[in-house]
Every structure is written in structure tokens, then in C-alpha cells.
């Protein structure tokens, strides 16, 4: 595979790097106000897990940081263990295991989510975004930024929250919201707007918010956002109090078994929810670049060891940001580690700016970046797929709004299998590689029937195929073939083979495929003759001649 320059699109990757940090900025703040923890713990966990684990990662474009996932594990945890101090030895044990499990291979699990789950799971996120940033956009913060659960902590839910805004509309806030709104809907659209590439449409919604807002505090406005409805970053104004802000592990409790339990928890947990993140950055990302998901596990085990170590939260790689940064144009992971310096530098020197910011602003960012995960256009694609796809991506979608991400995408696998387990469960393919004096022939034989369940076999072979191959596909003798497989091979002829000059004929496949089969121009080949073995020898020597077409 080809090595990326992370400095090759610095422009891009700046200024989606930049609408990262403002989305990043607040769910830190959110995520950890919801934990129990110091305020700062949150910045920290996202200034490490922007730095440290983006250097780290392979993944091009997911980005790491505390997760509302862990919130509830990170509070009980808090208070169970006595101190904050206690705690961050059991995110240190959490990161030893995480490094662990990626010298095992454990992240290769991944590769046996199917897609249709994995795009439910990504469906449900972008609704669950859209529903929990409307209050905020109409002034109505009652919920922590952040939040993705259908019960909330202050004893309401998703759909009771809504009602709230009835009781409490802002008008500044809802102003701010729609103009922002309309900032980002245009901003990529008008001509002469299409100069200004390198700022974020995001920036000038939150430029224009925080400038609306002071021109209402100034002028004694009822429009006037208050203090509560601004970002709220924690302003240290001695060198004592920043000294204060950097807490280290109390190693004392590493003899504590409910520490180890903690650590254990939190780590099986966020591995977890990484592995799932990973394959939806890897779903969204238009270059169809695979991550290594060992890699990744050992990079998110040392974020959180560096993480517990400067009083950080524990992290994942998050959906929300992900995604974030693939719509604002991220081209490699130096968008990430941009991220993770903003947020390091801004608070240190900015604070007090940053802290101007109007949620509602930041709330239509969101809003947007939930519509484009859950887009019409999506659910259309899985109802037009029949049943076995459409039956699992509803009901991982409809779990991870009402219950959680991880028994969404678990119900969602567990709905996948039992379609599998229908049919024939003995599905694969055969390889083998000609020598000829034109070079190298490698044949694909898919068999009768292919599923998600050899998804990461065909991976490997798509992806170990070397430069300047010819590779014949065929699918003549299949009479199934799961959506996933064919998404591969699809990506694999439209994107890596040329990138790297693989020339690739497509052979058998039906019409509904929708993939299109590579016309012979000489010796056409019989491929009936696959169940003679005479006939086979034949077809080889026919091969030889065959004309590869891109």
C-alpha cells in the first residue's frame, strides 16, 4: 500500500482539524462535568487522545477522546473508589490491558461486524445527535453536551427533553441557531464562498454567534445569551491553580481488586466501542483505507496510560468527532492531531474567548453532522436490499437510540446470524495464483455461497495484493454473495486497484450485483468447465490470453 505524507494536504487537514476542536471542545467539557470528574480532565483526555493517539493510530480519520459511553462507568467508578485520584490507576491498569489485547490481535474481531449493522449503528448516532442538540440549539441546556443516552441523569429522557424546550425558549439562542445553520448550508454551495476553502464554514457560524451575542450583551438586548448557555471552560488565573489541574495515579490502590475490576471494565468496554468506531471511520472514509485494528488497540492503550498519568479521562475512538472530521474534508490523520494541538493551545492562552462561545452555535455544527450520518438516502439504500439487510440495520438503529450503542450493534449481529444460519453457513472462495511469461495471473473463485462471515479473509487477500497485478474475480458458481462482500469488491476495483495499476476482471456476476463484468475480447472461457477437471486444465491455458480490462 502506498504510505501517506500527513503533510500532503496540510490545507484541508487544517481546517477540518479546526471544526473538529470546536466540536471536540464542548463534549470534553460535557463529558466529564457528566463523570464526575474535574472539568480539565476532559480537555486533557482530548488533548491526549488528539496528539498521542493520532500519532499513533493508522486510521486516517477517527478521532479519540472521553466518551459518553464510559460516563456512567467513570461516575460509579469515582464514587466507589473513594478519590479521582484512585480512579486514574484504574485507567492506567485500563490502557496496560488495552496494549495487551493489541499484541494478541484482538482487534482483528472487528472485521466480523457486518455492515448493515455498522451503518444502523452510525443511522442511530446521527439521530440520537439531532435529538439531544435541539434543546440546545433553542436555548434549553438542561442535558450535559454529549450525552447519548435515551435516559438522562436528571431523570428525564430524549423525547421529555424535547417537550422542555415548550417551557424555555430563548430567542437568542434560537436566532443564533438558524443563522448559523444557514451559514453552514451555504458556505460549500455559493461560488465566490468556494474560494475560501481553507476556513470552515463551521468557524465562520461560530465567529458569527459569538459577534451576535456580544452585540446583544453590549446594546441590553433580550436576546442576550447568559453565561450558562456559553461554553464554560475552567479559567485558571494563578500558576497554583494550573498546578492544581494536572492530578497523578495514587499507585496505592493498585493492590485494590475493585481497582483492577474498574480497569478491566473500562478497558473491555472501550475497546469495544474503538472496534466499532474504527469500522464506521473506515465505512466513511471515500478513499476506502482499512485500519489496522491491533494498531489501534495499542494506540488507544497508551493514550490512556498518558492520559491517567496527566489526569486525563479515559478515551475512545468517538463517532461523533469521526464523523465530524470526515464532513468537514479530513485527508489524513494529521486533521486529528491538529485537533488535539487546538485544544491544547486554546486553552492555555484563550480561555476566556473560547468561553464566549454560544452552544446553540455549536449545537447547529452538530445538527448537521447528525443529519449526514442519518440521511434519507441511507435507509432507502438498506429497504432497496431486501429484508436480510434492511430487518438488521432498523433494529440496530432503534436499539442504539433507546437502549446503547453496544446492545444496539450486539441485538443487530445477533439478528444478522440467524439470517445467516438460514442458509448455508459453508461459504468461501478458493485462490491461486499462474506464473505466465506476461506475468502473474491471480484468480479469486468466489463459491456457492459468500457472507459476511468471510469478510475478513477477503479483506486480507484484496488488501495483499500487490502492485501492478492482474487479478480475475470470479463469481460464476455463486448464487449468493452478501452486500459487504460485494462492497469490497466494488471498492477494491474503484479505488485500490487504481491507485496501485491492478488491472481486474470481473467474471459470473449477476445483474442484481450491480457490479459489471469485464467483457472478453479473445478466447472467451467456458467457466461451466470449473466442475471438469479436464475442462479446468483448458480454461487455464484460455486464461493466458485474456485481455484485462480496468
Known sequence: MKKINLFASLKSDFASGLVVFLVALPLCL????????????????GVIGGIVVGYLSKSHISVSGPAAGLTAIILTAITDLGAFDVFLTAVFIAGLIQLALGFVKAGSISNYFPTNVIEGMLAGIGIIIIL????????????????????????????????????????????????????????????????????????????????????????????????????????????????QI????????????????????????????TLLCIEASD???????????????????????????????PMTSVVVRSSANNNAGAKSKMSTIIHGVLLLLSV????????????????AILILVG?????????????????????????TLLAVVFLDLLKGVALGIIISIIFILKGNLKRAY????????????????????????????????LNDIPVNSKVIINAHDTVYIAHDILDLIREFKKTRAIDDNIKVKL??????????????????????????????VMVKKEIKHEVFTE
Open 30 to 45: 460535557g463529558i466529564a462535568m457528566a463523570s464526575g470528574a474535574p472539568l480539565f480532565s476532559g480537555i486533557i483526555s
Open 132 to 243: 439531544k442538540q435541539l434543546p440546545h440549539a433553542f436555548g434549553y441546556d438542561s442535558d450535559f453536551e454529549g450525552d447519548l443516552s435515551f435516559s438522562q441523569s436528571d431523570g428525564s429522557n430524549t423525547f421529555s427533553a424535547l417537550l422542555g424546550i415548550l417551557n424555555y425558549v430563548q430567542l437568542g439562542s434560537i436566532l443564533i441557531s438558524f443563522v448559523s445553520i444557514f451559514i453552514l448550508l451555504i458556505w460549500d454551495k455559493v461560488s465566490f464562498l468556494k474560494k475560501l476553502k481553507l476556513i470552515p464554514g463551521a468557524l465562520v457560524a461560530v465567529v458569527v454567534g459569538v459577534l451576535l451575542n456580544e452585540i446583544f450583551v453590549a446594546t441590553g438586548s433580550s436576546l442576550a445569551i447568559m453565561k450558562q448557555h456559553l461554553v464554560s471552560l475552567p479559567v485558571p488565573t494563578t500558576l497554583e491553580e494550573f498546578k
Open 246 to 273: 494536572i492530578v497523578t495515579p495514587n499507585f496505592s490502590g493498585i493492590t485494590n481488586p475493585q481497582v483492577w475490576i474498574v480497569g478491566l471494565t473500562i478497558a473491555i468496554v472501550a475497546s469495544i466501542e
Open 283 to 313: 465505512r466513511m472514509d471515500i478513499h476506502k483505507r482499512y485500519t489496522d485494528t491491533n494498531v489501534e488497540l495499542k494506540a488507544q492503550g497508551i493514550g490512556n496510560i498518558v492520559s491517567s498519568l496527566l489526569g486525563g479521562l
Open 348 to 363: 492555555l492562552t484563550i480561555p476566556f474567548i473560547l468561553n464566549k462561545i454560544p452552544l446553540a452555535t455549536l449545537a
Open 371 to 395: 443529519y449526514k450520518l442519518a440521511k434519507p438516502a441511507t435507509f432507502k439504500h438498506f429497504w432497496d436490499n431486501g429484508k436480510y439487510q434492511f430487518i438488521p440495520f432498523i433494529a
Open 430 to 461: 478458493s485462490f491461486r495464483k499462474e506464473k505466465y511469461e506476461d506475468g502473474d495471473v491471480i484468480h479469486i473463485d468466489l463459491a456457492q455461497e459468500v457472507s459476511f462471515l468471510n469478510k475478513a479473509a477477503i479483506k486480507s487477500t
Open 507 to 536: 467474471k459470473g456476476f449477476k445483474k442484481a450485483y450491480l457490479l459489471k463484468n469485464s467483457s472478453d475480447t479473445l478466447n472467451h472461457v467456458t467457466i461451466e468447465s470449473h466442475y471438469d477437471f479436464a475442462k479446468r
